[in-house]
T-cell receptor, first 114, second 115 residues
């Protein structure tokens, strides 16, 4: 069974802390994505990566960075967490395709910044 | 830029009722269109997909037809069950360059089906 695994289901951090959200996929996918999900706003793309060490900004990259040192792992980093980064974070992966290939999602990490 | 607009929820209905969730899009080319579903406590999963005009995607009793003339991809089910309670997301994909494969999502519509 294919899997996208996010390291934590719930996280509570304090303002100003550095936060790492980890995501691992076992499907050998080239593409990996980080979204945040907020009520009424749907999913908004933060960053994505189409290859090891490659990254591209999504629609809301401010306050975030990413790292992809290995194909199966994509990390989201909050350099200095703020309360407006309290959200559900979803990792996803897929292989590239002309018509948009199916995205596989992790179960999400609910981050609360106090 | 590309965008997806969905009807706001929550939508509450009784078992065996008909469900329609409206979705319209704006895109500069000819996107592929998707419906994803998120059941409580789970990640999103693909429900159905259509890649060109007049295509109909279907799965688990749900259907959606890609209408280029109205730029719409409305989701329909004739008889819902309690197990259909979830958040539904409409999304589009437009191939702009070879690298990357990102989707643009709508705001999501929460559906609650009561017994």
């Amino acid at each position: 069974d294919v899997k996208v695994t996010q390291s934590s289901r719930y996280l509570v951090k304090r303002t100003g802390e550095k936060v790492f959200l980890e995501c691992v996929q076992d499907m050998d996918h080239e593409n990996m994505f980080w979204y945040r999900q907020d009520p009424g706003l749907g999913l908004r793309l933060i960053y994505f990566s189409y290859d090891v060490k490659m990254k591209e900004k999504g629609d809301i990259p401010e306050g975030y960075s990413v790292s992809r040192e290995k194909k199966e792992r994509f990390s989201l980093i909050l350099e200095s967490a703020s309360t407006n980064q309290t959200s559900m974070y979803l990792c996803a992966s897929n292989s590239p395709g002309q018509t948009g290939e199916k995205l596989f999602f992790g179960s999400g990490t609910q981050l609360s910044v106090l | 830029g590309d965008s997806v607009t969905q009807m706001e929820g929550p939508v509450t209905l009784s078992e065996e009722a008909c469900l329609t969730i409206n979705c319209t899009y704006t895109a500069t080319g000819y996107p592929s269109l998707f419906w994803y579903v998120q059941y409580p406590g789970e990640g999103l999963q693909l429900l159905l997909k259509a890649t060109k005009a007049d295509d109909k995607g279907s799965n688990k009793g749900f259907e959606a037809t890609y209408r280029k003339e109205t730029t719409s991809f409305h989701l329909e089910k004739g008889s819902v069950q309690v197990s259909d309670s979830a958040v539904y997301f409409c999304a589009l994909f437009l191939m702009i360059k070879a690298a990357g494969n990102k989707l643009t999502f709508g705001g999501g519509t929460r559906v609650l089906v009561k017994p």
